[in-house]
């Protein structure tokens, strides 16, 4: 009998949608509606999670995620932490409160931010490394306090907390976390604490080797066999393979070019990411190495790298050839799937529906990761 461990999960575009960059026309603007259209195809369509952004111009995250989890039945919300936004003790109850709500439908993702100018567009003057080290202590804080029932006297770098909360999560010890960071201080923190770390998109013998390399670093702290692997992709699913990169062709031909340097302050965004995101850097060394075909696989393309910074390897092809690649990312050690396509909600749809089950059903955890 398969083994029943896979997960997956969805994205919602709460900065809004599109299905065509770089034309004004086939924007699809943020709006409830889009949303709800959205949350309905990754609730019914057999997905364990929902990862929400927190980018500027997105909705609010946790308040959204507490208005999905009243109207949904079976999709958990992957809500991000970011190092500095919140004090730990808040985060704490507030996550605690949510999980109790949904009784253990909550996942948390770890975020330490993609550049230094979108944190401080936030306020947040920390540099990266800063940021990861507060976001070390603040999962130390929140882990103790959900576990604990006195007073865990924490004295920190950054953090002195002395203090017990209520509720503890629904969800024993608490909801799991995951991390998506090519940095070695993600790495470092995903080893110790993570019950997922994710991966952006890559060749599947690389992502064999970062598995390899992430059990060992897992191993010092005792959890080489407890940290899970998971990969972040787009995915462009047709019923032929030609009509597969056609509709991967269409969705950036009406897009300049890296279209980032010119919104939102310029070339000096696409640097200052490019300074301070190894993950970013990787996407764009791979966009690179593909050349004018975009593909670094058979079915494996960079070409949504070319409009936006984040995670922009794609999955192209039909049903089974795309089913045949996750294959790869499973073969390498990966269980766990974070996907999105444009427009998000047809693209969900499409997925579940002629990849998710018909390839993968029997083997699908029966819930979230452990934490």
């Not at 029943?4 to 709006?31: C, I, M, V």
């Not at 019914?44 to 999905?68: D, K, R, S």
């Not at 058979?298 to 089974?320: K, M």
């Amino acid at each position: 009998m398969a083994t029943r461990n896979l997960t997956f999960g969805w994205y919602l575009p709460t900065h809004g949608d599109t299905t065509a960059f770089g034309k004004p026309e086939a924007a699809l603007p943020q709006s409830m509606e889009l949303f709800d259209e959205v949350v309905q195809a990754t609730d019914n369509g057999g997905f364990h999670y929902m990862l929400l952004p927190v980018t500027p111009i997105c909705w609010e995250a946790n308040v959204l995620a507490a208005y999905y989890l009243a109207k949904t039945r079976s999709m958990a919300p992957l809500i991000a932490i970011r190092a500095g936004y919140i004090n730990p003790t808040l985060s704490a109850k507030m996550f605690a409160t949510l999980d109790q709500v949904a009784k253990g439908r909550l996942c948390i993702n770890l975020i330490a931010g993609i550049d230094n100018r979108s944190a401080e567009a936030d306020g947040i003057l920390d540099s990266k490394e800063t940021r990861y080290e507060k976001m070390e202590e603040e999962v130390q804080i929140m882990k103790r306090l959900w576990t604990m029932n006195e007073p865990i006297s924490f004295v920190g770098k950054h953090y002195r907390v002395d203090q017990v909360i209520e509720p503890k999560p629904y969800r024993k010890p608490h909801p799991p976390f995951f991390l998506g960071g090519g940095s070695a201080q993600a790495a470092e923190i995903s080893a110790k604490h993570s019950s997922v770390h994710l991966f952006w998109g890559d060749k599947p013998d690389v992502i064999a080797g970062k598995v390899r390399d992430m059990r060992v670093l897992a191993g010092k702290y005792g959890r080489a066999g407890k940290l899970q692997f998971g990969m972040r992709l787009q995915v462009i699913c047709r019923d032929t393979e030609d009509e597969a990169w056609k509709a991967a062709d269409d969705l950036i031909a009406g897009a300049q070019r890296l279209v980032m340097h010119n919104v939102g302050g310029g070339r000096d965004v696409f640097e200052n990411i490019k300074a301070t995101s190894e993950a970013n850097r990787r996407v764009w060394e791979l966009l690179d190495e593909s050349g004018r075909s975009m593909r670094i696989h058979p079915h494996l393309w960079t070409g949504v790298a070319t409009v936006r910074a984040g995670a922009g390897i794609s999955l192209v092809g039909t049903p089974a050839q795309i089913a045949s690649t996750i294959e790869e990312f499973i073969e390498a050690g990966c269980t766990s799937f974070c996907l999105s396509g444009y427009p998000h909600a047809e693209t969900a749809r499409v997925f579940s529906r002629h990849v998710l089950q018909p390839f993968f059903a029997e083997r699908l955890a029966p819930g979230l990761p452990p934490a």
